[in-house]
């Protein structure tokens, strides 16, 4: 009896057989997606084989539907989705359903394209500093070598990264190559696919979660039968299916945004490097400040290091003023008086002002205060934040929404505030404070229309704007002439924060925001206010000085055995009773404890902790950490599958997250 070998994208480590459909060949069936039934559910499959049963008495189903005309899966992509279950913890059909998006659905009708940007092309006549053509001409080498090698371009900002990942995909465009060019967020490709449609027309994709099925569904068979070569997107465009991929961009590559959070919880630079070594190609990650994991491996020489130590044209880097906000008290004007007379000066000069502060909303709690109580969110562990326009109280994790109480649900009074400030506050009190000024707020709020992206980059680009204020989102890939002064709010906002990478993190989101002034031919000042000005991100970031900050983040991480001194595991337990939680959680760790003692698996492990957000979505969540060699920690995880929890207990591992938060 001829059967289909199919992947279904359950948590159940096996997969499964059905019968091939009436009508259809089961050499048609092969390769593509497929409905099947499993239970009493009708689930988009990955049809991978076809093999011979000798059981005749075998009571099977048949595929219900084949879906795609094309064959979709591929060598590679059965290959991928192998290494990402073993690595990832997850089924074959969980990592397929990564590879292949399920989701994608084929056009009824042809759809004719459209120009993405309807301008004439960009000359190539850029000429590259010598710092820029060194990193050109070692990278063409490569790719034209057929080597699968690793680049960490280490340039600080404004030193011309984007033209040599210009340069090098050109190269590969001529080698018939095609390149992959990922970058952090999907906020940021407005301006991106402006920049490479310019220099590539036609030959460009854009993908990321924003488009819709039918455009992944022709994203996906142009890529595969090379009708486009280059695909621009964010960290699932990693998956493209090119056959003679030469090239990949990791743009940012510090960012935690490459790392996906939900099962399979895979790292698109660890894809980046898995496709490289099967496709001989190279992989160049960007960054003005490298995760301290690759910067470590390229002073190893596991990776190979390529400086741009400059500004282009020499320009000097903008100069940080740290204002000590250690005896101000709380309240009162967010913004010291240098800090208004530094924007005062810059608006009266005609030039732009970036505003940065790390947190949206109006302000991140509301306060009783008679009796000290913090309004929370009933569903998640954390305060609610008020929201201005409109009015309203906010969870930003759950996105409950609640009216704003009149009075302390606890003991009734009125005297009811807020507290803290998030990016309506800064835009507000700026408002008053610069009546004429043109201001324009990005944050998650605004940016969650893609229009307000590319209004609010089209707006300062062409000085409809004098001052543009907003969260992280900012930080990074804006390029704007004009902008002379950078402002930090409050440079603490990532600082003392639960998690191993706080430091980390706030050396990074200070560097590169501070990177988005003085860009032009006028120099740029940053002023950064903190009330811890002595932390070394703090004082290492205020001197551009990336090799100090490692060298002590590196001792703080090995006093600590963190990475890179090991790896880390994170394993989440959830229940949405308390009670239960705790208790399969205790079990668990017990269950870990004694397996890793008897295999004699060398790990340490961790807990179980309650984490910094101990509730979230209505369901209580404690952490056991697993620290040591990857080996070592996937042989122990594997394990997990085995415990038998309680009713309502769901566990899930994630293999070296972003945090442990």
């Known amino acids: 009896m001829i059967v289909i070998n199919v992947a279904v994208a359950v948590p159940l480590n096996k997969t499964f057989y059905y019968l091939p459909p009436e009508n259809i060949s089961p050499q048609d069936v092969v390769g593509k997606r497929v409905r099947v039934q499993l239970g009493g559910r009708f689930i988009t499959s990955y049809a991978l084989e076809i093999t011979q049963s000798e059981d005749s008495n075998l009571k099977l189903k048949p595929i219900t539907e084949v879906i795609d005309d094309d064959v979709v899966i591929t060598d590679e992509s059965v290959a991928l989705a192998k290494y990402i279950s073993e690595n990832y913890v997850c089924t074959i059909g969980e990592a397929l359903a990564c590879v292949i998006p399920p989701a994608m659905k084929k056009p009824k009708r042809k759809i004719k394209d459209v120009e993405i940007i309807n301008e004439e092309s960009l000359p190539y006549g850029f000429s590259l500093t010598a710092a820029q053509k060194n990193a050109v001409d070692k990278i063409n080498k490569s790719v034209n070598s057929n080597a699968a090698k690793t680049f960490l371009l280490y340039g600080v900002t404004s030193s011309g990264k984007t033209e040599v990942y210009l340069h090098a995909i050109e190269n590969a465009f001529k080698q018939n190559k095609s390149a992959i060019m990922l970058i952090p967020e999907i906020s940021l490709t407005a301006q991106f696919v402006e920049i490479v449609t310019k220099r590539f027309g036609s030959a460009v994709g854009v993908w990321h979660s924003g488009i819709s099925a039918i455009e992944k569904y022709n994203l996906f068979m142009k890529a ?25 961009i990791i743009d940012e590559e510090h960012e935690h945004t490459y790392k996906q959070e939900q099962k399979p919880s895979y790292d698109a630079r660890e894809i980046a490097f898995w496709r490289a070594k099967r496709n001989k190609s190279s992989v160049v990650l960007g960054s003005a400040t490298p995760s301290l994991e690759s910067y470590k491996d390229a002073l190893e020489n596991k990776t190979e290091l390529i400086n741009l130590p400059e500004r282009i044209d020499k320009k000097p880097m903008p100069k940080i003023e740290i204002l000590s906000l250690k005896n101000k008290p709380f309240g009162g004007s967010l913004l010291t008086i240098e800090t208004i007379r530094a924007i005062s000066n810059v608006l009266s000069k005609k030039e732009q002002v970036i505003v940065f502060l790390n947190r949206r909303g109006y302000s991140p709690s509301i306060m009783c205060k008679n009796c000290g109580s913090v309004y929370q969110c009933p569903n998640c562990s954390v305060s609610m934040s008020y929201h201005k326009a409109p009015e309203s109280l906010r969870c930003h994790y759950c996105g409950e929404t609640k009216k704003l109480p009149a009075v302390c649900p606890v003991c009734k009074s009125k005297e009811v505030s807020v507290f803290g400030a998030g990016t309506q506050k800064v835009e507000d009190e700026l408002g008053k404070l610069f009546p004429k000024a043109k201001i324009f707020r990005l944050d998650g709020d605004t940016a969650s229309l893609k229009e307000n992206y590319v209004k609010a980059y089209k707006g300062v680009k062409n000085d409809r704007y004098d001052i543009l204020v907003g969260t992280q989102m900012i930080a ?22 639960p998690d191993f990478k706080s430091s980390e ?3 990074q989101l200070i560097t590169q925001v501070s990177g988005r002034c003085g860009r032009g031919s006028i120099p740029g000042n940053v002023i950064l206010q903190t009330r811890h000005p002595e932390h070394y991100a703090i004082t290492h970031a205020k001197a551009y000085d990336f090799h100090s900050f490692y060298k002590e983040e590196l001792l703080q991480r090995e006093k600590l055995f963190y990475p890179p001194y090991c790896d880390v595991a994170k394993i989440a337990v959830r229940n949405r009773d308390e009670q239960k939680a705790l208790q399969d959680a205790e079990k668990l760790f017990i269950f870990l404890d004694g397996l890793a003692k008897s295999f004699e698996i060398h790990v340490k492990l961790l807990g179980p902790a309650t984490p910094y957000i101990a509730k979230l979505h209505n369901t209580h969540r404690r952490h056991i950490i697993i620290k040591g060699d990857k080996k070592n920690i996937l042989k122990l995880a594997e394990f997990v599958q085995n415990y038998k929890q309680l009713p309502g207990t769901h566990v899930s591992v994630e293999i070296m997250p972003s945090d442990l938060i």
């Open 476 to 497: 990074k890939g804006f390029d704007f002439p004009r902008v002379t002064l950078v402002c930090v709010v409050d440079a603490d906002t990532s600082l003392y924060l």
């Open 224 to 248: 595969k039968s090379g009708e486009i070569k280059i695909m621009l997107g964010a960290r699932s465009a990693i998956f493209t299916p090119f056959k003679n991929l030469g090239l990949i």
């Open 505 to 507: 993190k706030t050396f």
